[in-house]
């Protein structure tokens, strides 16, 4: 069960499925089982109908972790909706209904080892309605698609992002985007793809995880190829700017656009007839 935005033109989830998703891309990367009684800080930025933290919150139930968790999302309706789908209800255990039917009601859960906060807005200004001195684990980046919403994309919000992380924290997030990708990069971060399962043998991508620490040993992760490190001197990865915070989609990218037909860096098409891409 899954939505489609109009205002955005676009799925909440792919063609995989919203849970297959959830599970591929945020949840087996995120290696939960580290935080088994331990204590846990995680931010879901676009938190949508709820499947990534539905399933981050069942996991980490079984864990007894203790957590602190915030959602950022634009638009309540969201949960709201997906809660009085019978399929989703059926997808989750109870504790974490009761959650969801917390956020959506009060826009908070609180109890013995979880402590949530859903704060609806636009996430680039609810960004500064986190606690100033609270610094994540884990980070869900899940927003629509850089072309369709670059304002969550671009290099100042990416550079929000960095300064809520902690040193061995994870930024994880669907796309592999060459803009994002180098924003990351240049923000500090070391960057790894997330591995697409064998079922997706044909992607090449299931994603990008984002972390200071280089030592990593997760087995959902692998370096950046030659043809991914290729792909971020692209033409593709010119960023996308929201100096603001305040620019409209369509104003962020018209100007991303013309710095591209103003750039000596490599046409991306070349890149895809390099690697043999349709
Ligand atoms: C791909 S969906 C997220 C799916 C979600 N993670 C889930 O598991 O159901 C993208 C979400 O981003 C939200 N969104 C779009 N622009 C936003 C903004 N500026 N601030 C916060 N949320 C935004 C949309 O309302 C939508 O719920």
Redesign the pocket.
């Known amino acids: 069960m899954?939505f489609r935005?109009e205002k955005?033109n676009?799925n909440?989830?792919s063609t995989s499925g919203?849970y297959n998703e959830?599970k591929n891309k945020f949840i087996n990367p995120s290696r939960l089982k580290r935080f088994k009684k331990k204590s846990i800080n995680v931010l879901?930025?676009?938190?949508?109908?709820?499947?990534?933290?539905a399933l981050l919150f069942e996991n980490l139930i079984i864990e007894l972790s203790i957590l602190k968790w915030y959602g950022?999302?634009?638009?309540k309706r969201?949960l709201n909706y997906?809660l009085t789908d019978k399929t989703f209800n059926n997808l989750w255990n109870p504790k974490v209904i009761e959650i969801l039917n917390s956020l959506n009601s009060k826009g908070l859960y609180k109890n013995k080892n979880f402590d949530c906060d859903l704060i609806i807005?636009?996430?680039?200004k609810?960004i500064y309605k986190l606690p100033e001195k609270i610094n994540f684990d884990l980070i869900?980046l899940?927003?629509?698609s850089p072309q369709k919403?670059p304002?969550?994309w671009s290099h100042e919000f990416l550079s929000q992002i960095r300064d809520k992380i902690k040193y061995k924290g994870y930024l994880i997030t669907y796309t592999s985007a060459a803009a994002v990708r180098k924003s990351l990069r240049n923000l500090g971060f070391n960057l790894f793809n997330i591995r697409p399962t064998l079922s997706e043998k044909n992607n090449w991508s299931n994603g990008t995880l984002a972390t200071f620490d280089n030592q990593q040993n997760n087995p959902y992760i692998t370096q950046l190829s030659e043809m991914e490190i290729e792909h971020l001197n692209t033409k593709a990865s010119i960023p996308y700017r929201d100096p603001t915070g305040e620019m409209l989609s369509k104003e962020i990218l018209d100007i991303r656009k013309k710095e591209q037909q103003f750039s000596n860096l490599l046409d991306t098409n070349s890149w895809r007839k390099k690697w043999e891409m349709a």
């Open positions: 899954s935005s955005y676009e909440f989830h919203a959830t879901d930025i676009c938190f949508g109908m709820g499947y990534n933290s950022l999302e634009l638009d969201s997906a807005g636009d996430a680039r609810a869900f899940d927003s629509f919403c304002e969550l």
